[in-house]
């Protein structure tokens, strides 16, 4: 089946620093990659989408990547700020299709 | 711009009790309208996603129910709500094309049965 996974263990990282987080999925050709961030009790909310034929996608200080060979993309914070502390969810999508899967998400602290 | 809201914010309700829950959405025509259900420590599970009023889509056979009377408004429901159905409930809209939106989320339902 399908299979999305995040790392349950929440990383925690000085401010400053850059955060790396992976999601990795099985079973599943994505045509659309997505990563939201979520607060404790609010919704998601999207940061961004990259296609399966782009490598890379940056806004601000975030960038992703996407590697369709390794099924994996790796999401980047650089300069992180302790505001930057949520969960983050990586969700795949496939064309055509409205059923978007999501990741359970890597919670993320920035120290001050 | 767009708008979602959803409410109640919680909600605590017997076994065996009705449920309502309601989503509207503003500035937008048409959207594509999505309820899930977060359980702790794992990701987002679709319930119901509606392409248009009345049409409605369900993911997982359970005693819920979702309904579309209006096009920016989406109802999850159930008759006889069990233990089993709580958790943190999200409805969302994303834009009337396939595959390449994103979607925008309410701030959820806090459901606990008791």
């Known amino acids: 089946s399908q299979k999305i996974e995040q790392n349950s263990e929440a990383l925690n990282i000085q401010e400053g620093k850059t955060a790396t987080l992976t999601c990795n999925y099985t079973?599943?050709?994505?045509?659309?990659l997505q990563w939201y961030r979520q607060d404790p009790g609010r919704g998601p909310v999207f940061l961004l989408l990259?296609?399966?034929?782009?490598k890379e996608k940056r806004k601000e200080r975030l960038k992703v990547t996407f590697d369709t060979t390794l099924k994996q993309s790796l999401f980047h914070i650089t300069a992180s700020q302790p505001a930057d502390s949520a969960t983050y969810l990586c969700?795949?999508?496939?064309?055509?299709?409205?059923?978007?899967?999501f990741g359970a998400g890597t919670r993320l602290f920035v120290k001050a | 711009s767009q708008t979602i809201h959803q409410w109640p914010a919680t909600l605590v309700q017997p076994v065996g009790s009705p449920l309502s829950l309601e989503c509207t959405v503003e500035?937008?025509?048409?959207?594509?309208l999505y309820w899930y259900r977060q359980a702790a420590g794992r990701g987002l599970q679709l319930l119901f996603y509606?392409?248009?009023?009345?049409?409605i889509s369900s993911e997982v056979p359970q005693n819920l129910s979702a309904s579309r009377p209006q096009d920016r408004q989406f109802i999850l429901s159930s008759k006889k709500l069990l233990l089993s159905d709580s958790g943190f409930y999200l409805c969302?809209?994303?834009?009337?094309?396939?595959?390449?939106?994103?979607?925008?989320f309410g701030d959820g339902t806090r459901l606990s049965i008791l």
């Open positions: 079973n599943y050709s994505p045509a659309y």
């Open positions: 969302a809209w994303s834009r009337p094309d396939r595959g390449n939106q994103p979607q925008h």
């Open positions: 969700a795949l999508d496939s064309t055509g299709g409205f059923k978007t899967i």
């Open positions: 500035g937008t025509s048409n959207p594509n």
């Open positions: 990259i296609r399966e034929n782009e």
């Open positions: 509606s392409v248009g009023i009345g049409q």
